[in-house]
């Protein structure tokens, strides 16, 4: 196997405003290792060679991209190569050109020759730029033996590194890509994998977990150069990037979408905090059963096996609980009786178990916020707003706790079913703001970024001395809160009870109390 590596921050230049020096300038500051220089985005060829010519601050990477492989160039390859040769005089340091380019003729490979490292000495001993075989899928992901074909053909030329990008459609795919590091370390050869795209994330925050040779980040944001990619700021900090090796523990929260979760910012914090070796993050999962179960399959294989604890969000809780009873998985007794799973954690056989912190989580943050509730004689009546995930984690436990709670749901089927499982009411919709309650608890997504202006109930129906809970936490402060607050009700924000959840979760993965971090 390959020595580990430092995984370099590889920032692209994809405008010929503002000047290059400066880029380059905003890009080391930020924490770039190198620049790529993307010629077919700049179109200022005199400008990148006055940059070329001057003082360097760090090794380039010059790329003139092909449009049927995401880039700008769209004249013939004989001009293209041209310019790779008079840019490549000037000693870039790295010349990235595309597999399937390079493998169409001896000619043009000769002619790359001349300014690259291919293998072949040189009669008159110069320097010469590292080569980069690359390769990108606009489409998608193939299939694993399709990647493992390219992958390994492409590791068999005389290449400094080989670049392997796919399109995720979900994480499952970042999983799989993240899979052929293996590969490359079988070959001792440097790699650069990643999926484009935001569900492929993952393969650009754990680079570095990975040993990959490097990762593309944005110097700031609409600099990107490829869809899904984040910024220098982003890796280096929300992801930890100078703190990742090859042991540490991966972490991340699966959900569709998954984009505004705060939880990566949240336990990447509290890690970093207690000196605990992991990263966390997004792993947008395809929002139906079949989806989550590709994906858990995943978690079996190579990459997905580096995962020791996830998150479950939105829709995916019930999936969660189905896939463990139908894979002999183990359930906590809250979870069986919450009917929903929002914490994994990793077995010592491999398996996994499901439990639910989102019951623990309300009912801490709603005796904080309103502690008469849980300290009153009298049974309080609640009203649980949705039949989900966290629907039934919420509701769950306030009959546990002496609620007399009634479920309201758009489709009453799953109410109705709901009620007859936790031993409690339900009622059409359309009667939620016509029943007394002392606690309202909105467990649906109505309200979220970005439809944040959107309520799951009528400010009309609100009454001074209520208690309100909105477990959406994206946007902090909800239309529905906002509106509690003004009709004198006691308020509970989602955030509330995103940190006690999440305090849940920290426990069962590390074995104690969460530091206490922000999820600003």
Known sequence: MTQARSTQIIAPIVHAQPALASQVDAAIAAGADLVELRVDRIGDVAAVEALLRGLRRCPFILTIRRAEEGGAWNDDDATRVALYERLGLLMPGYIDIEYATWMRSANLRQKIGLVCETGDADPAGRPKNKLILSHHDQRGTPNDAENIGLLSAMLEQPAAMVKFVTTARDASDALRVLNLAGLADKAERPLIALAMGEAGLATRALAGCFGLWGGFAAIEPGGESAPGQPTIAELRSLYRWNAQTRRSRLFGVIGWPVSHSKSPRLHNAAMAADG??????????????????????????????????????????????????????????????????????????????????????????????????????????????????????????????????????????????????????????????????????????????????????????????????????????????????????VVIGGTAMLLAQAGGQYCHWHGREMPGVGVA
């Open 276 to 489: 605990i070796d992991g990263v966390y993050v997004p792993l947008p999962v395809e929002p139906t059963q079949a989806g989550f179960d590709w994906f858990m399959g995943q978690t079996f294989i190579s990459a997905g096996r580096r995962f020791v604890g996830l998150s479950v969000t939105i829709p995916h809780k019930e999936h969660a609980i189905q896939w463990l009873e139908r894979n002999a998985g183990e359930i906590s007794p809250l979870a069986t009786r919450c009917g929903a799973v929002n914490t994994l954690v990793r077995t010592p056989d491999g398996g996994w178990l499901g439990d639910n912190t989102d019951a623990g989580g309300a009912w801490t943050a709603i005796a904080a916020a309103a502690p008469s509730l849980a300290t009153r004689s009298q049974r309080f009546r609640a009203s649980v707003l949705g039949a989900g995930g966290v629907a039934r984690g919420v509701a769950a436990v306030l009959v546990e706790h002496g609620g007399r709670v009634c479920i309201f749901n758009r489709t009453p089927d799953r109410a109705e079913r709901l009620a007859l499982e936790l031993g409690c009411d339900w009622a059409p919709w359309e009667e939620r703001p016509n029943r007394p309650c002392d606690l309202l608890v909105n467990g649906t997504s109505v309200g979220m970024t970005p439809a944040d202006q959107d309520t799951p109930f009528p400010a009309t129906g609100l009454r001074s001395g209520m208690a309100v809970l909105d477990t959406v936490y994206t946007p902090p402060e909800t239309r529905l809160i906002r509106e509690a607050r003004a009709a004198g009700c």
